[in-house]
């Protein structure tokens, strides 16, 4: 079944409210709040929260690393996601050429990655990410909400 999610280098509009609560408290991974697609470069379409240690990132992802991923980085350890404990907005948009992230309205991130190859879009998932065999991973810890897709 199709979800009517953008696929073959169509633009995109797509935002998230999200809150990780008062009592998050990271360990060193991925946390997925939206994710569809296939495992290939420029083939996804996704949006992770990292926390490193060092290098924490909000992290729209095409897949396949390199140029693919668009970031908003910091290096101030937990307090990069203090912000990110009440209700944050981030939206990602895509233009056919360009992508930009913002938080709160804010433009944080942006580049021109090329083509977008997202062929598959009847997978996605809210909140976690499946692995190879379909279990979920990367569960998001917190509150999702106002998810738009346009």
Known sequence: MDANLPTHGEGYDISVTFALGQTWAPTQG?????NYGEAANKKA???HIYYGGGLNQINHS????????LRY????GTQFFDAFRSDTTIRVVYDGTTR?????????ASDTPGSHEVVKN??????YLNDSAGNPMQLFKGTIKDLKVS
Not at 62 to 69: D, P
Not at 73 to 76: D, K, V
Not at 100 to 108: F, S
Not at 122 to 127: A, C, E
Request: net charge negative.
């Open 73 to 76: 980085l910091s290096t101030n």
């Open 30 to 34: 991925y946390y997925t709040i939206w």
């Open 122 to 127: 009847d997978n996605f998932t809210l909140g």
């Open 62 to 69: 095409w897949h396949g690393g390199g140029g693919n991923e």
């Open 100 to 108: 930009y992230m913002a938080v709160n309205g804010a433009v944080v």
């Open 45 to 47: 379409n996704g949006l």
